[in-house]
Each structure stands twice: as structure tokens, then as C-alpha cells.
């Protein structure tokens, strides 16, 4: 059973007790998303970064099995209900992200945007949802979903 402390929309800090459970409550964002959105996840290696970006895709309405984490391309783009580019950041340094041309991607009016290890940005584009994934257990993770800093006023 997924767990919220603050059940506001899906902003709020969750428990899930399975990686099941995670995806599920990344499906449920996905089918809410119509217009741009952009997702900062961050969280120790193996936490569950990937399979929430998989439950985005799902509510997308993207096969959440071609979705796979990007390590080596950096930027994978998937076709659903909307677009979905997702980006993961694991191997570049704190700042090497100027060179990639993100601009263009983040102001996608009809694209979500998940950015696995996202602290390597060094920035925090306008508009962006935080997901933070902490370890509690084995199979039970913390997830804090944090709305943009300007829809949290």
C-alpha cells in the first residue's frame, strides 16, 4: 500500500513497499500529466529512479518496457500520449550540462521531461517537480515529491 503523509494532488512524501508500489504511484502522475512538465529525480543508485520513470511512461501511455535508463546515450526519446524525454545524467560532472542543448527540450510545451541524477544540472529549470528517492528498506523507499518552487507558495 502506498503511503502519503500529505495527500495533496501527488505532491507530498510517500512510502512505497515494493518496486511495484512505486510505479504505480508514477503511473497515476503520468495519466494526470496534459501539458510540460519537468521531473528532477535524484537518490542513491538502485533506488528506484528508473522505475518511476517508467510509471511516468505508463501514464503516458508508453510501453514502460523500451523504457531503460539512459546511461550511455544520455537522452532517450519516447512517443505517447505526449512526448517523453528521458535523460539520465549519472556520468556527467556538475556543469557539463550547458553543451547538451537542454533549452530546446525543457521548453517543449507538449513534452514531459524526467532527468535521472539531476543534481549534475547545477540549476533548477523554471517549473520543475523535485522527486526525492531514499532508501527505508530493502523493498520500502521514502519518495518526497516537492511541487515547483513557485506553485509551493
Known sequence: MIRNEKAKDHFGRF???SSE??????????EQLNS????????????????????IAAGLKIDPVDVTSPSFTLINVHEGRLRLYHIDLYRLGEGA???????????????????????ALGFTPEGAIRVEI???????????????????S
Open 36 to 55: 510540460r512538465a519537468i521531473f528532477l529525480l535524484s537518490g542513491d543508485l538502485g533506488a528506484g529512479k528508473t522505475v518511476f520513470a517508467k510509471g
Open 134 to 152: 531514499r532508501y527505508l528498506s530493502d523493498t520500502d523507499r521514502e519518495i518526497n515529491i516537492q511541487p515547483p518552487a513557485s506553485a509551493a
Open 15 to 17: 512510502t512505497t513497499r
Open 21 to 30: 508500489e512505486t510505479f504505480e504511484l508514477a503511473r497515476r502522475i503520468g
Open 97 to 119: 550540462c550547458p553543451e547538451l542543448g537542454l533549452d530546446e527540450i525543457f521548453e517543449d510545451e507538449k513534452a514531459i521531461t524526467i532527468i535521472e541524477w539531476a543534481e
